[in-house]
């Protein structure tokens, strides 16, 4: 089982920069992928980005150019740098992992991390 702990969120002025954290224990080698998931207010949740084992990334459209993700094997842990935040992005923030499971693969999330962004 995996458990994941996220971290860095808070509020910032448009423009502005946040990194966010994310820590996974238990079964590690499970994880094939982590990464974040956003929800705002009234809309659906959507991807963020992914960072996946063999160091490939995936981003979604709204993010591309601004976030970055990156991961540290040897700590488990993977960051979001998010940059040129806007209003728009203001959201929690779902630390998210992709584990292989016997029957195929589940997702996982932690707790929400708040992002506010306004001036």
């Known amino acids: 089982q995996v458990t994941l702990v996220g971290s860095g969120g808070g509020s910032v002025q448009p423009g502005g920069s946040l990194r966010l954290s994310c820590v996974a224990s238990?079964?590690?080698?499970?994880?094939?992928?982590m990464g974040w998931d956003r929800q705002a207010p009234g809309k659906e949740r959507e991807l963020v980005a992914a960072?996946?084992?063999?160091?490939?990334?995936m981003y979604g459209d709204s993010v591309t150019g601004r976030f970055t993700i990156t991961r540290d094997n040897a700590k488990n842990t993977a960051y979001l740098e998010m940059n040129s935040l806007k209003p728009e992005d203001a959201a929690v923030y779902y630390c998210?992992?992709?584990?292989?499971?016997?029957?195929?693969?589940?997702?996982?999330w932690g707790q929400g991390t708040p992002v506010t962004v306004s001036s």
């Open positions: 998210k992992a992709l584990v292989r499971t016997f029957e195929g693969f589940e997702n996982i």
């Open positions: 960072k996946f084992t063999d160091g490939s990334t």
């Open positions: 238990g079964s590690v080698s499970s994880i094939a992928s």
